[in-house]
């Protein structure tokens, strides 16, 4: 993707030209958002968020995670099928479907459970649920444990041209940790989880992806073996994508000092030497997408000890800040780079609308500035969640406009 100054024109839904100047006639029914010394870009897309509906709409509902991803310059997000009750059907989906287009925010994909309950023990009808809207499948909050119910998932889903995005954690190995297994966890008296927790299952997943040919999505990868794993995959042409998030990206395993909750997430914060891995991965392209795993909780949930606190953090509104902040303004990758991994593959991966402003492409526009600082105020989150590790830290990067479907969703006010 190449950076150019110029106009760009929508009408009904759709990029219509796209130009140093675009030429409107003589029309005086048309609208202009001014955007001098902003960038325009293909709407960001996540392919990993929690967005609570059905079952605890009290901590996020589809309507306000589709809002606060707007905010944050989603034009589209999936969303993740570890609800109340489990997103395993095409009732389920087709609910989703339906609150998504009465919140007329950021569009909402959503993804099917692999499993019946997410119980790792029956295949859950993909069939049944692509037909109602899902654009893949996984049991994300749970790792696959079982090596042939994966390999039957990536069979099934091929046919039907889905990727499945699994959560790679060995479960012997990570039940009752609360964080990275080191020097810190160690001082502070906290179970840890080792790296190979996750590698285990990542070098499972891509062997298993080469048996069956299927597209095996790898979620929220964090440790510099995993990286290592993945590039080994990709380099003997094995169908294997990956996604990290922004927190991977930035913080260490140190934020946990103090016993911060808002810094307990699953995989765990891990060290600098991974965090560095990570951020190379992005670089070399080992990691094609980066997604928020937006998890939103009550306060009172975060309140609890460290050990007994739920995992994740909200993501959507400071997700795009986070990655200028620690990934181009130290000049790791450039802004094309970033809206590639979170516009344009994520579309192209996942096959999903927009990702690009070529014309007659969906019209979903992200327009932002790279350079203003602000401070994170969770406050302010249109997200009910304000589990953050990021409050009243000052980041690079502000959304001024959100358009979905050639619609103005969400304008940026001071």
Not at 7 to 22: C, M, T
Not at 346 to 360: D, I, S
Request: hydrophobic share 40%.
């Amino acid at each position: 993707m190449d950076i150019a100054v110029g106009d760009v024109y929508v009408a009904d839904g759709k990029i219509e030209s796209l130009g140093s100047r675009v030429d409107v006639g003589s029309r005086d029914d048309v609208d202009t958002l001014d955007c001098a010394g902003l960038i325009v870009a293909p709407g960001l897309i996540d392919v990993h968020c929690h967005l609570r509906e059905p079952g605890r709409e009290d901590v996020e509902t589809i309507a306000t995670g589709a809002r606060a991803a707007a905010a944050g310059g989603f034009t589209a997000v999936c969303a993740m099928p570890n609800t109340d009750p489990v997103t395993d059907n095409q009732a389920a989906v087709g609910f989703i479907v339906r609150q998504a287009a009465r919140a007329g925010a950021a569009r909402v994909y959503p993804i099917g459970a692999i499993s019946l309950g997410q119980r790792g023990e029956v295949l859950a009808e993909f069939g049944e649920m692509v037909g109602a809207g899902a654009v893949a499948v996984s049991d994300d909050g749970k790792p696959v444990a079982s090596a042939h119910l994966m390999r039957t998932a990536l069979e099934y889903a091929r046919s039907f041209g889905i990727p499945v995005a699994d959560h790679c954690e060995e479960p012997t190995l990570a039940v009752g940790g609360a964080m990275n297994e080191g020097v810190v966890s160690a001082r502070l008296g906290l179970k840890g989880v080792p790296n190979e927790a996750e590698e285990i299952m990542v070098i499972r997943d891509i062997l298993l992806a080469r048996r069956t040919g299927g597209h095996v999505h790898l979620c929220h990868m964090s440790t510099r073996g995993s990286v290592e794993l993945i590039r080994w995959g990709k380099e003997r042409g094995i169908r294997v994508t990956a996604e990290v998030c922004p927190h991977h990206l930035s913080l260490t395993e140190n934020a946990v000092e103090g016993y911060d909750t808002n810094a307990k997430m699953n995989p765990p914060l891990r060290t600098e030497a991974d965090v560095a891995a990570v951020q190379q991965g992005v670089h070399d392209g080992t990691i094609d997408v980066i997604a928020t795993d937006h998890a939103p909780h009550h306060y009172d949930e975060k309140e609890r000890e460290f050990a007994d606190a739920p995992n994740g953090i909200v993501g959507l509104e400071t997700a795009l800040a986070v990655n200028i902040t620690w990934l181009v303004a130290p000049g790791i990758i450039d802004l094309p780079t970033l809206v590639d991994k979170m516009s344009c593959a994520p579309a192209r991966l996942f096959r999903l609308a927009g990702g690009t402003l070529e014309r007659g492409a969906v019209a979903d526009v992200t327009v932002f500035d790279p350079d203003a600082r602000w401070t994170v105020d969770p406050a302010r989150f249109r997200s009910k969640g304000r589990n953050t590790p990021y409050a009243g830290r000052e980041l690079r990067g502000r959304v001024h406009f959100t358009v979905v479907d050639g619609r103005l969703i969400h304008r940026l006010s001071e």
